[in-house]
């Protein structure tokens, strides 16, 4: 071989050689893998190494946990270490006071936990409903009951957390959801509904209203209501409204309050058209127009007797024959008694009432004034009083001293309530002489005395008086005499006079 045939051979196998390599990058390529490429300086006629690697074109998209292993000088890396890890933010736990589902909560953290950060976020209310105010109280009203944990973050200016926090959290249950409603037998003897409700348009721009609710103590149990009231009025023009208040330990009180308050009723209705009703009229207007109140004259006696005392006398005999009747105790149907009589006359409104037991009865009229006219009988212990019985009408003097006469010259209202209503709104029996809490009984009762509006509701009268106040759970009964003028507006609950 001559030396022009080894210089043909060898440019003729270098370019077979660069043809390969290029064939072999373009593969490579494809396959998002670098292909081997030889030193620019490779002897000619030497064979090439498939192990061989050339530091110029490593694949920098190299999955080989062992890359950095192979860089040559001057190679650079493609890749650098994970950045550190942020340090962990401070957590702690804490404990807040207990709250109650339904009743307001309000607690301000920094009172109750040191050291908290300048700036909190809640980010977890676990469900309670509670919120977190600008001022750093916890508050609102508790939706759920239990253990529950919340969660909360204090950050910096910059709204990185600084610290977190979990919050525990007691809610108790409400007591109201405590108490069940469970049905009263209708078979039981002298079983009643739990809830009445009635109302009367009463001529002269009047109306009356009464609602009677059983109590939670008597529902929780399956009881029977005890109390009871009625409202009616006679062809002459006379209003009347009547509740009684079955004692709760005596077993057919129930039984004795509807008979005490219908009967009585009845016996009005009767009396009040005869010529008794026109004699009380007028000699209530006389007396009342002399002036001299210090005692009731003969010529008022006399009508007071044939009506009112005539029917409170009838209302109780009806109970006597029932027990006898029925061979029970005549105590099984005590009751309380309370009734009022209207009638808007020329010379002012009169109203007579007479009442024996608890519960009150209350005029309201111009300049938001207000008179008590009744005197309960209270005894030394919450829940003492005195029923309607045999004795009381051998009182005598001590039996018209129940009775209350006034004429107003004006009238807004008249409220017969039994101690389920006046015991949860009157702290004592002081207070209910005071006008300002009639008047405001009566402006809660304002948007409830309309009818409701469909079928399907339940009456606005008995669910106000189904209203929740701890420890007072007796059976409720309202009475109400009141200017049809006085509406309330279902939507704001506002009250207004035409």
């Not at 609102?140 to 600084?162: F, H």
């Not at 519960?359 to 829940?383: K, P, V």
């Amino acid at each position: 071989m001559t030396e022009t045939d080894a210089a043909e051979m060898i440019d003729a196998f270098r370019e077979q050689l660069h043809d390969k390599l290029a064939r072999h990058f373009a593969e490579s390529a494809e396959k998002h893998q670098a292909p081997e490429v030889q030193p620019d300086g490779f002897t000619p006629g030497i064979a090439i190494s498939e192990e061989t690697t050339v530091s110029g074109h490593h694949d920098t998209d190299s999955d080989d946990p062992h890359a950095a292993a192979s860089l040559q000088p001057g190679d650079i890396p493609v890749s650098s270490a994970p950045p550190p890890e942020p340090p962990p933010v401070p957590a702690r736990t804490e404990s807040l006071p207990n709250g109650r589902v339904g009743q307001v909560y309000e607690v301000e953290l920094d009172a109750v936990i040191d050291h908290l950060p300048s700036r909190l976020v809640l980010e977890d209310d676990a469900g309670t409903g509670l919120t977190l105010t600008e001022t750093r109280w916890l508050q609102g009203k508790p939706t759920l009951s239990g253990s529950v944990v919340l969660s909360m973050v204090g950050v910096d200016s910059r709204d990185e957390p600084v610290e977190r926090l979990t919050l525990k959290l007691a809610l108790i249950p409400s007591s109201r959801d405590l108490w069940q409603n469970r049905a009263s037998d209708p078979n039981a003897p002298y079983a009643k509904p739990d809830a009445v409700v009635e109302r009367l348009a009463a001529g002269d721009g009047w109306r009356m209203a009464v609602g009677s609710l059983r109590g939670r103590s008597h529902a929780h149990r399956g009881g029977q209501r005890d109390d009871e009231g009625v409202i009616d009025r006679t062809t002459s023009g006379w209003n009347l409204l009547l509740v009684g208040d079955g004692a709760g330990s005596c077993e057919f009180s129930r039984q004795g309050s509807l008979l005490a308050t219908t009967t009585a009723r009845d016996t009005l209705l009767s009396t009040l058209d005869e010529n008794a009703g026109a004699e009380l009229e007028r000699a209530v207007l006389t007396w009342w127009a002399e002036g001299d109140r210090s005692r009731m004259p003969q010529a008022l006696v006399i009508p007071l007797q044939e009506t009112i005392i005539t029917a409170v006398h009838r209302g109780h005999r009806a109970i006597h024959d029932e027990a006898e009747a029925s061979g029970r105790p005549l105590k099984a149907f005590s009751t309380t008694l309370l009734l009022a009589l209207h009638k808007q006359t020329s010379q002012g409104h009169v109203v007579v009432t007479f009442g024996i037991g608890d519960g009150a009865i209350a005029a309201l009229f111009e300049g938001c004034r207000a008179t008590l006219m009744n005197s309960a009988d209270s005894g030394q212990h919450a829940g003492q009083t005195r029923f309607l019985d045999a004795p009381l009408f051998q009182e005598g003097q001590s039996l018209y001293q129940r009775v209350k006469v006034g004429v107003f010259e004006t009238l807004d209202a008249l409220i017969l309530a039994t101690d389920g209503v006046t015991d949860p709104k009157f702290d004592s029996d002081n207070a209910m002489q005071e006008a300002a809490g009639w008047w405001s009984l009566y402006g809660e009762l304002a948007p409830v005395l309309a009818a409701p509006r469909c079928e399907e509701e339940r009456d606005p009268l008995l669910e106000y008086l189904d209203f929740f106040i701890e420890r007072h759970h007796d059976d409720r009964t309202l009475a109400v005499l009141y200017r049809d003028g006085r509406v309330a507006n279902a939507d704001s609950g506002d009250a207004t006079d035409e």
